[in-house]
């Protein structure tokens, strides 16, 4: 945090800290990819129904 501090200062790398961290931190909780993959869920919209592919 110190070199985001200096190069984007105080605002923006708290703003980074107490937003995206967190937001990143979900994400990863939500779609695993410690297997090495990315699971992708889509809505085709009309149909309404949700779908994956690997």
């Known amino acids: 945090m110190e070199k985001m501090t200096k190069r ?3 605002i923006k790398a708290w703003e ?3 937003k995206w961290v967190p ?3 979900a994400y990863f909780e939500t779609f695993p ?3 090495g ?3 992708i869920w ?3 919209g ?3 129904k949700e779908n994956s592919r690997f």
């Open 33 to 35: 990819a410690s297997d």
């Open 8 to 10: 984007n200062g105080t």
């Open 42 to 44: 889509w809505n085709h």
């Open 46 to 48: 009309a149909q309404g």
């Open 37 to 39: 993959t990315i699971k």
């Open 23 to 25: 937001r990143e931190k």
């Open 16 to 18: 980074f800290k107490e």
